[in-house]
């Protein structure tokens, strides 16, 4: 069946450092690979996309990597902040647009 | 900026009530989303909605739920007879169309079944 992993436990950082995030994937074949940012009781925020034939996207401090031999995301957060605390997803696109969400991981950017 | 509105942020209902769970998506989407969130749980995906039908839906999704957009703004999750297990965030999403992949979240319904 298919599966998508990210790191269950909390990532705590230093202000001004870079978190990297991962996502992992198995029987699937994705064309598309989404973050979103979720803070506690609320609805996921849509960060960024990256489609199966990209390698690198990038927007502000952040940056995806998408490798589709690996079927690996990596998430980086450069210089954080303490912001940046949330929990950040990994979600895959399949038919009817649905996402398949990853459990996310939980960022902790103290100062 | 245009956003996902959701009503009520919280509804308490008892087991074997029907609850509808209102959503108002961004005006220009005509894809239309139902997830839920049970309490330290993964984001699930219920159903897709496109042009007046729905596009996929989950195991999740079954007799028990029907949504519908009865107007030209509104778009509904029903749940006929809820059970306890029911109980989660439940979020509403939109994306302008079939081709935009990115989705929208409103700030989500918290259901209680009691």
């Known amino acids: 069946s298919q599966k998508i992993e990210q790191n269950s436990e909390a990532l705590n950082i230093q202000e001004g450092k870079t978190a990297t995030l991962t996502c992992n994937y198995t029987n699937y074949s994705p064309a598309y690979l989404q973050w979103y940012r979720q803070d506690p009781g609320r609805g996921p925020v849509f960060l960024l996309l990256?489609?199966?034939?990209?390698k690198e996207k990038r927007k502000e401090r952040l940056k995806v990597t998408f490798d589709t031999t690996l079927k690996q995301s990596l998430f980086h957060i450069t210089a954080s902040q303490p912001a940046d605390s949330a929990t950040y997803l990994c979600a895959l696109v399949a038919a009817g647009n649905k996402l398949t969400f990853g459990g996310g991981t939980r960022v902790l950017v103290k100062p | 900026e245009p956003e996902v509105t959701q009503t009520p942020s919280h509804q308490v209902t008892q087991m074997g009530q029907e609850v509808i769970l209102r959503c108002v998506p961004i005006s220009n989407h005509l894809y239309f989303y139902w997830y839920r969130q049970i309490l330290g749980q993964k984001v699930e995906f219920l159903v897709s909605?496109?042009?007046?039908?729905?596009?996929?839906k989950s195991e999740i999704f079954d007799d028990q739920f029907s949504v519908e957009r009865p107007d030209g703004s509104n778009f509904t999750l029903k749940i006929r007879s809820t059970k306890l297990e029911d109980s989660a965030m439940y979020f509403c999403?939109?994306?302008?169309?079939?081709?935009?992949?990115?989705?929208?979240f409103g700030p989500g319904t918290r259901l209680t079944v009691t």
């Open positions: 909605f496109y042009n007046n039908e729905i596009s996929e």
């Open positions: 999403a939109s994306s302008e169309n079939r081709d935009t992949y990115e989705q929208y």
């Open positions: 990256i489609r199966e034939n990209e």
